[in-house]
């Protein structure tokens, strides 16, 4: 037979190489330019081992598809800790005073805050002082400071 006479050692190597490689015999069969039938002869006589997959394709390139399997990495995120809440409580004196301020008068709390009467003493204030110069000497040379309205309390 014509075929079996172009069995070249080369020829054989390729086959067996090929068959190695685990190309299907239709594919060995063309790139050696026979018949499919002939690489299937010609395996048989060389008793070529069996391939796991008989029907598989010719290993065709596959781009490598590389997946990231690792999660991304998570920022590192530093929890502030939170504020402890101070509550300053302002006492109702202060934030009648600071409310009720509108100029350089005399700050003078007179009667009780929060009750009705309760005022300042609205006279022009010293300078530099909340006080005019009556309740300023008051304040500082007595050395005591305007409590709960001490209406007309008796100078020194
Ligand atoms: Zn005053």
New binding site residues.
């Given amino acids: 037979m014509q075929q079996e006479s172009a069995w070249s050692d080369e020829r054989i190597t390729q086959l067996r190489a090929l068959w190695t490689e685990g190309l299907s015999t239709a594919e060995i069969g063309r790139r050696l330019g026979i018949s499919k039938n002939a690489v299937v002869g010609k395996a048989h006589r060389l008793h070529l081992p069996a391939r796991p997959s008989p029907i598989r394709n010719p290993p065709a390139f596959r781009p490598a598809q590389r997946r990231p399997m690792s999660p991304p990495p998570q920022p590192h995120v530093m929890r502030a800790p939170e504020p402890q809440a101070v509550v300053a409580k302002p006492e109702p004196a202060k934030v009648i005073a600071r409310i009720n301020y509108k100029g350089p008068t005399?700050q003078?709390p007179i009667g009780h805050p929060g009750q009705p009467g309760f005022h300042f003493?609205?006279?022009p204030a010293a300078p530099g002082r909340p006080?005019?110069s009556?309740?300023a000497a008051r304040a500082y040379v007595g050395g005591k400071a305007p409590a709960s309205g001490s209406k007309d309390e008796q100078a020194a």
């Fill in positions: 005399c003078w003493c609205g006279d006080y005019c009556t309740h």
